[in-house]
């Protein structure tokens, strides 16, 4: 998601629906990349659990293939 740089209405001059409606939207907008955020952090987790689990995998192979030498 790209971040768009709007400029700001003058707050003093809006009623009471457009600071609402402005509110509400900016709530949405927080919302949605709060979820964005932690579906990235859930894929960063997962991702982060095969390196090491491929990084056990390594060590395991490299002392079978140091067993297998000394046969």
């Given at each position: 998601m790209v971040a768009?740089?709007?400029t700001l209405?003058?707050?003093?001059t809006l009623d009471q629906n457009a600071l609402k409606a402005i509110l509400l939207a900016t709530?949405?907008?927080f919302i949605a990349?709060?979820?964005?955020?932690?579906?990235?952090?859930e894929q960063l987790l997962v991702k982060e659990e095969q390196?090491?689990?491929?990084?056990?995998?390594i060590e395991h192979l490299k002392l079978l293939i140091a067993k297998l030498r000394r046969l």
């Amino acid at each position: 998601m790209v971040a768009t740089r709007t400029t700001l209405p003058d707050l003093n001059t809006l009623d009471q629906n457009a600071l609402k409606a402005i509110l509400l939207a900016t709530h949405e907008r927080f919302i949605a990349q709060h979820e964005e955020l932690i579906a990235a952090q859930e894929q960063l987790l997962v991702k982060e659990e095969q390196l090491l689990s491929r990084v056990h995998e390594i060590e395991h192979l490299k002392l079978l293939i140091a067993k297998l030498r000394r046969l």
